[in-house]
């Protein structure tokens, strides 16, 4: 049997695979972009300041994990957090492309040319932003499942990202509606029914909207989460997104970011 892992490199690969279930490695032609970062202190120090940075322990694989305890966290450095457990979320990485932020330049060298070639292969969204995570060493996420397709790019560090080989099985097209809490990990799911890709440094993964997901940081990581609601190509959305559109009898994504839209992307020409 063939392994389950896969890797993408090219962009009609990823076109015949973007809407399957199992999560794949992307890389080579499929990547138009890169960026250097400031160091994962520098990112930290920053995050802490900001008011709309949230924060979870990251120790609770079962229940979700999701009350924002920032206000731990506020006034330290990284130095200071030293031994502790932590998972730092900042939800839009185009505020912090501002003169003098840590990101300043994100919008024109990986924002705009990612959107640029979905556009440029007959892909549109309803939404499409960038988002930066801190993991400290040894955390994890609860099990969930997520309402965008995500594309999972860890910069630093080295992070195990598990789903399932067969992820239907678990989480069929039925129980989309699910809440966050009514999702977690079945028992009786066996080391066999589990895929677990091993991300290293600057290794970019997609994620498939709603196939369930929990990720593992052995060490301290950074990275970005692109994350897509609404994507079509060629004006199709994957089945389990088309099933989402269906049952709220419209465009769900509406009220969520329309700025960031590929619509907004081609009358504007920008990201921001
Ligand atoms: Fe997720």
Request: glycine letters at 6%; proline letters at 5%; one cysteine or more.
């Amino acid at each position: 049997m063939s392994s389950p892992h896969h890797t993408i490199r090219t962009t009609a690969d990823f076109l015949q695979n973007w809407d399957s279930r199992n999560n794949f490695i992307l890389a080579d032609e499929c990547i138009p972009f890169s960026f250097s970062f400031p160091s994962t202190e520098e990112i930290v120090n920053c995050l802490l300041e900001e008011k709309s940075t949230t924060a979870i322990i990251g120790q609770m694989r079962e229940t979700g994990d999701r009350e924002n305890i920032i206000e731990r966290y506020r006034g330290k450095t990284l130095r200071d957090l030293e031994g502790q457990s932590f998972q730092f979320r900042y939800p839009d990485v185009t505020v912090l492309d501002r003169p003098g932020g840590i990101f300043v330049g994100f919008v024109e060298q990986v924002l705009d040319p990612w959107k640029q070639y979905l556009l440029d292969n007959d892909f549109e969204w309803d939404r499409c932003y960038a988002l930066a995570r801190v993991s400290g060493p040894n955390t994890c996420t609860g099990y969930h499942m997520d309402r965008s397709n995500v594309l999972f790019w860890n910069v630093r560090g080295r992070k195990h990202f598990h789903g399932f080989t067969d992820p239907d099985r678990w989480a069929p097209i039925e129980r989309v509606s699910e809440k966050r809490a009514e999702q977690i990990l079945p028992e009786e799911a066996s080391e066999d029914d589990i895929l677990t890709y091993d991300v290293g440094e600057d290794q970019l993964l997609w994620n498939h909207l709603l196939t369930p997901h929990w990720v593992d940081a052995p060490e301290l990581t950074f990275g970005i989460n692109f994350s897509h609601g609404g994507l079509r190509h060629k004006g199709r959305l994957c089945r389990y997104e088309e099933h989402v559109y269906e049952l709220a009898g419209g465009n769900p994504n509406e009220k969520w970011h329309p700025e960031t839209s590929s619509r907004a992307f081609e009358t504007n020409g920008s990201a921001s």
